[in-house]
């Protein structure tokens, strides 16, 4: 995707079908290499950030085969200790997990760099000082980081400063197969966290307390390899929830969890937004308009970081007065879409960590994706106002959405990716 050209002000209809969460995909592929064995993964979305990582596996040795159906076969039996390509690990985030996954099958990690959007300062102090607890090393040469330890990894207690995502699925990767008993405090409780466990705790993992600040992972000799259903990606659902409220629907987003999207639909209530909910389905429409309403985002259950950008253009397009605001607490440098909501005209300013809005109506405009979540919102923005629209660097929406041109044209969109 290099180009999305959209033809905005039509009301959007109909269902869309969520794929796989990209979120827990990338965690559970580089978990799979300490299971040394084969595993099938069926609902693995066809997005770039996936597809780069199948794509790091088999450079590490890995054998990968697509099957019928849309599920991949992972052989992880060949991967060997080396040092992954690095132009292929500095465009994802998710290639970190590679530390803790080749740490505890071979005894030393290697990253020459990860990637990812462009957030803000995103160390991985936590990963390490958690890795160091465990037995190992590390030292770092530029954007390289490599961890070594004796095997197995010895279990420890360890206190995370922040609920870090990225470290508590990091740490028990690393301690599924370590000696004894490990103790992750302040553990972040996101879906795709507990989806991690699931995959581990099926391939042999001992792992309590999912789902709380506490989790305990008791270690066991070996892994091995299992079927594996990735979760609906809660954050493609709730950016089409936005779309519906933001372009009338009623829209239909299907094969979700409700209960992952609570708080959006909490707060889409609050606003004025119609929601329905089934047991896989979600309905958001807004056939008389929705005012704005403040939120702050947080740590799962709270309000999602990765959702904050389209919340923003759901605002900036809403048409009743009122103000609205984002306080963002995550990623310092997530507000770099407000420039380009500004470009359409929007009433969008930023002080500190907070994004305030003041509704209007925008115009058509060229938009740049500024990152995967931002360019989101910009594609809401475009849908949403008449007039045709283009946004480019759209490969960085493709990280995170699969099939996009087929599901929005599904629901009445006029767009075109090139």
Request: hydrophobic share 45%.
């Amino acid at each position: 995707m290099h180009k999305i050209v959209v033809r905005g002000g039509r009301r959007l209809v109909g269902e869309v079908r969520v794929g796989g969460s990209k979120n827990a995909a990338l965690p559970i592929l580089f978990g799979g290499i300490v299971t040394g064995d084969v595993c099938v993964f069926t609902e693995l979305p066809r997005v770039s950030d996936v597809l780069r990582a199948l794509e790091i596996l088999r450079c590490l040795g890995a054998r990968i085969c697509f099957l019928s159906g849309g599920a991949v076969r992972v052989d992880y039996s060949t991967v060997r200790s080396a040092c992954p390509p690095a132009y292929l690990c500095s465009g994802i985030r998710g290639s970190t997990y590679l530390l803790g996954a080749m740490l505890t099958r071979f005894g030393r990690a290697v990253l020459p760099g990860a990637g990812g959007c462009d957030l803000g300062e995103r160390p991985i102090d936590q990963h390490l000082l958690g890795f160091a607890g465990l037995g190992a090393t590390a030292r770092t040469v530029g954007e390289s980081v490599t961890v070594e330890a004796s095997l197995p990894l010895v279990g420890c207690e360890i206190a995370l400063a922040m609920p870090s995502v990225g470290a508590t699925a990091n740490l028990m990767i690393a301690a599924a197969a370590a000696h004894g008993k490990t103790v992750i405090r302040n553990a972040a409780a996101e879906p795709h966290v507990a989806a991690l466990a699931d995959f581990l705790c099926a391939a042999g993992a001992q792992i309590e307390g999912v789902g709380t600040s506490c989790i305990t992972v008791t270690g066991v000799p070996a892994l091995h390899g299992v079927h594996h259903r990735i979760i609906p990606d809660m954050i493609e659902a709730g950016t089409y929830l936005c779309l519906g409220a933001a372009c009338g629907g009623p829209v239909r987003v299907c094969a979700v969890c409700p209960e992952h999207l609570a708080a959006l639909c909490d707060l889409l209530l609050q606003m004025g937004v119609r929601i329905e909910q089934g047991k896989d389905y979600v309905t958001a429409s807004a056939p008389d308009g929705y005012c704005c309403a403040n939120a702050t985002t947080g740590p799962y259950p709270a309000f999602p970081t990765d959702l904050h950008p389209q919340l923003t253009a759901l605002f900036a397009v809403a048409d009743r007065n009122g103000e609205g605001s984002v306080t963002e607490t995550v990623f310092s440098s997530r507000f770099r879409y407000a420039e380009e909501l500004r470009r359409m005209g929007a009433d969008v300013s930023v002080k500190g960590n907070t994004v305030k809005v003041t509704p209007k109506k925008l115009r058509a405009a060229t938009l740049r994706a500024p990152d995967l979540r931002g360019g989101a919102a910009l594609l809401i923005a475009a849908l949403a106002t008449n007039g045709k629209s283009e946004i480019t660097n759209a490969a960085q929406i493709a990280r995170g959405y699969e099939h996009l041109e087929q599901k929005l044209r599904g629901i009445g969109a006029d767009v075109c990716i090139y």
